[in-house]
């Protein structure tokens, strides 16, 4: 497995040609000359491994046996051939989710650029309404009628798209961001959760399965030996053990199952409802209960924006790719925020938050005035909305 150096960026002229993988400015680890892309913490995959295939190897040694004999008629065999199917199914979805690029927005090569009217930005307290890159931190866009604000990310220099967010722990911006999962050791956005969802539920079925079998199995000890519980678990220690071992485990995968569900029937997103974004307004991605499944199980899965194994050309911008998502021309809704590295812009707006009136402190009198919509940002009446259309881009 390869690890991409971070700073190693000599010209290609005098060595081999230097591809994307190589020099990737995320934490992101690659396998198979950059065709697998890992999360930094990939290794927490090898102690999921171990917590699903531990119990189902027990399964096999020790209850497949005497469930096959208990069942005459071929019952023993279906249950049996049934979990090895469903693991080698669990297995597939797991690597799948772990080293797939689950959305990663290219980063930009430049700060996007700004018209005249943006130079003149007021500064609030607790710190500037911009970037270290002198641009707005937030803009409001609008998604079916409804505003939705747009922040803009240092470390990528773009502004990402909607319910984009930047992962702290991969150093990427990705789309559709639901969360940063440590047990597949990889983020879960808009190319991967599809494969996330079915790997937990899928896992929650395999639980049910075993203890179901495992549960089975000492049913028929105890009437095959007319003998009570402890006896028949006395006869198949294995069995009483994966009871107990799934039967904690469903609580974990089956409540995380059910949970997931409700997100993708209200098309939210674990982030999204952590942060209680649409208990106080409407959310606009809600398609209704069918469309919204639709949208998650059934349309297609979209191409990677990012090429890991293009070779990099020399005098190039190494470890870029011009982003897809361009500010808007013309100044917009800013609202008062305050980045610092090591703090994200969405952490940011939970400080303010929790400020309470402090956005309201009086400004410089040499300052514009500027009125307070309901939603809290000092919007300009002459300022124009912005539309993302359905390309994901500014119009």
């Not at 003149?120 to 409001?140: C, E, F, V, Y």
């Not at 939705?148 to 990705?174: F, G």
């Amino acid at each position: 497995m390869y690890s991409p150096p971070l700073h190693r960026l000599k010209a290609a002229d005098s060595g081999p040609p230097l591809r994307v993988y190589q020099v990737w400015k995320g934490r992101n680890r690659f396998l198979l000359g950059g065709r697998v892309v890992f999360g930094p913490d990939v290794k927490s995959i090898f102690l999921t491994l171990s917590l699903i295939l531990v119990p189902v190897i027990l399964f096999w040694a020790f209850v497949a046996k005497s469930l096959i004999t208990l069942f005459s008629h071929g019952g023993g065999i279906i249950l049996v051939v049934f979990s090895v199917l469903l693991t080698a199914y669990i297995l597939v979805l797991l690597f799948l989710t772990s080293g797939t690029d689950p959305g990663i927005i290219p980063r930009s090569p430049q700060p996007p650029e700004l018209d005249d009217d943006s130079s003149g930005i007021s500064t609030d307290w607790g710190g500037s309404q911009s970037s270290a890159h002198g641009m707005p931190l937030t803009r409001n866009v609008t998604i079916n009628g409804i505003f939705v604000k747009v922040k803009y990310c240092q470390t990528c220099m773009l502004y990402r798209p909607p319910r984009c967010s930047h992962c702290s722990i991969c150093n990427n911006c990705v789309e559709r961001f639901d969360h940063h999962c440590p047990w597949v050791g990889q983020c879960i956005g808009k190319r991967n959760y599809r494969y996330f969802f079915m790997f937990v539920s899928s896992t929650a079925l395999l639980c049910l399965h075993v203890l179901a079998s495992c549960s089975i199995n000492i049913m028929k000890i105890m009437h095959k030996e007319r003998c009570d519980m402890l006896k028949a678990i006395e006869r198949s220690p294995v069995s009483g053990i994966l009871i107990m071992y799934t039967f904690v485990i469903c609580w974990f995968v089956g409540g995380l199952t059910t949970f997931h569900l409700y997100l993708i029937s209200s098309n939210q997103t674990t982030y999204e409802n952590f942060r209680y974004q649409y208990d106080r307004k409407m959310n606009p991605y809600n398609l209704g209960v069918a469309r919204n499944c639709v949208e998650v199980f059934c349309s297609k899965i979209p191409s990677s924006k990012n090429d890991f194994r293009a070779v990099i050309k020399a005098n190039s911008p190494v470890g870029f790719k011009p982003s897809l998502y361009t500010a808007p021309t013309r100044a917009v809704d800013v609202e008062m925020g305050r980045r610092q590295q090591g703090v994200g812009g969405d952490d940011f707006e939970d400080m303010r938050a929790r400020g309470g009136g402090l956005g309201r402190l009086e400004r410089c009198s040499t300052e514009p005035r500027r009125d307070w919509n309901e939603r809290g940002s000092n919007i300009s009446s002459t300022e124009p909305r912005r539309d993302w259309n359905e390309r994901g881009n500014w119009r």
